[in-house]
């Protein structure tokens, strides 16, 4: 069965370290997704991809970046972690229609 | 900036009962519109979606989609305690770009 898998699940890291989220996904979709949930704010859009080489910056992209060298993959790294990127991270991709997530990764930055 | 609306609840029902939630959005060229159950701790799971005015049945569920008005609603029949959960509306601008959610509405169905 098509998946999209998330790893870490969990990250505790350091103010100021790189940190590298890995999504995977099998369902051949083109476009891809990274969101933040945050408790009084929702889901909210960080960067998105319509096919390789190509990225987007969302909602919410400022410390964030992504690349998007093939299909499955859409790796997102935070540059310089800060506290305030503490939160639930999930990818997911979507054909243009309906969008599947991945079980996401809670993300600690102390 | 597209902006979805919810309350948060919590909303209470009778198990059995119809529950309904609804959803408002800002921007009038938004096209496509999504329901999605979150359970404490679990990814978001797409329950249905709607793109044209008027309703929408699947099983116990009925989107509702009111494009002049620019509302959103969804309708649970006979509602189980397995429905407790956080339902996020989400709407898109069509094609592929990436889904604006409201913050959830959190119901609890009551045994």
């Known amino acids: 069965d098509a998946e999209i898998t998330q790893s870490p699940r969990h990250k505790i890291t350091e103010t100021g370290r790189q940190v590298t989220l890995a999504c995977h996904q099998t369902?051949?979709?083109?476009?891809m997704f990274w969101y933040r949930q945050d408790l009084g704010h929702g889901l909210r859009l960080i960067h998105y991809?319509?096919?390789?080489?190509?990225?987007n910056k969302g909602e919410v992209s400022d410390g964030y970046s992504v690349s998007r060298s093939n299909t499955e993959d859409l790796p997102l790294t935070l540059e310089s972690a800060a506290s305030s990127q503490t939160s639930v991270y999930f990818c997911?991709?979507?054909?243009?229609?309906?969008?599947?997530f991945g079980q996401g990764t809670r993300l600690t930055v102390v | 900036q597209k902006e979805v609306e919810q309350n948060s609840g919590p909303l209470s029902v009778p198990e059995g009962a119809i529950a309904s939630l609804n959803c408002t959005y800002s921007?009038?060229?938004?096209?496509?519109f999504f329901w999605y159950r979150q359970y404490s701790g679990k990814s978001p799971e797409l329950i249905m979606f709607?793109?044209?005015?008027g309703d929408k049945e699947d099983g116990r569920f009925t989107a509702q989609l009111n494009k002049a008005s620019q509302y959103v609603s969804l309708l649970i029949r006979d509602s189980q305690p397995s429905d407790s959960a956080t339902y996020l509306c989400?709407?898109?601008?069509?094609?592929?770009?990436?889904?604006?959610f409201g913050k959830g509405t959190h119901l609890i169905i009551q045994p």
């Open positions: 997911a991709s979507s054909s243009g229609i309906e969008a599947f």
């Open positions: 369902w051949n979709h083109n476009n």
């Open positions: 921007d009038r060229g938004s096209q496509s």
């Open positions: 991809s319509y096919g390789v080489q190509d990225t």
């Open positions: 989400a709407v898109s601008g069509g094609g592929a770009d990436g889904l604006t």
């Open positions: 709607i793109y044209s005015n």
